[in-house]
């Protein structure tokens, strides 16, 4: 059974889709053991309560330094014995202290197709107002494990999405929610847990 901790900042909707993709069998052999959030207030831990799964928040503003808080990111992250953790909209740069720990372990959700609007100062609708103010016919959204770099892992699946007529930052990025990333994260952890997919194979498969 592939123990998986998702970490999230906000309203949770990846969280959502994971939880319902466990419950009906469409992601195998996986328990979700825990939710983390930088955040407190935020409806991912509501999400978290009614599927009876333990929550935390870890907030760095209740700490002295962003030393301190990566250490005790790590201790909690501990804590849960986790065989995945999944960043799902996880607004948090992961401490390299954890990255090391837990290499080839960590997943994360990109709203674009990597590498185009990826990197430092990527992220929420940044990447879509981005995408629409160079004027792409496509978009979508990219699974990938992480690596130190930003969004520089190895890409597991991606998904494309097109840009419409009209579209605002808002509607694209609830149409690549929909149809990219709602069905690509858990259909990634799925390939995981059945071991068709890891870090190593993904690593060889760039060499």
Same mark, same amino acid.
């Given at each position: ?133 160079? &004027? ?12 130190? &770099? ?58």
């Amino acid at each position: 059974m592939l123990r998986v901790l998702v970490l999230v900042s906000g309203g949770g909707t990846n969280l959502q889709a994971i939880i319902d993709k466990v419950n009906d069998g469409t992601v195998s052999n996986t328990e979700i053991v825990g939710v983390i959030s930088n955040n407190y207030g935020v409806y991912s831990l509501e999400r978290a309560e009614k599927a009876g799964i333990p929550s935390v928040v870890v907030a760095p503003k209740d700490f002295p330094d962003r030393s301190s808080f990566n250490r005790a990111l790590l201790a909690k992250l501990d804590e849960f014995k986790p065989d995945l953790i999944v960043l799902a909209g996880f607004l948090v740069v992961i401490p390299e202290i954890v990255i090391q720990k837990y290499e080839g372990k960590i997943i994360n959700i990109h709203p674009s197709l990597i590498p185009s609007f990826c990197g430092t100062g990527y992220y929420g609708l940044r990447v879509h107002k981005a995408a629409l103010e160079r &004027g792409v016919k496509v978009s979508g959204a990219t699974v990938h494990f992480v690596d130190a &770099g930003t969004d520089t892992g190895p890409i597991i699946l991606q998904k494309a999405v097109y840009v419409e007529d009209g579209d605002t930052p808002e509607t694209l990025q609830r149409r690549i929610m929909e149809q990219a990333e709602w069905e690509i994260l858990p259909k990634a952890i799925d390939l995981i847990a059945k071991g068709e997919v890891s870090y190593k194979k993904s690593l060889d498969m760039r060499s």
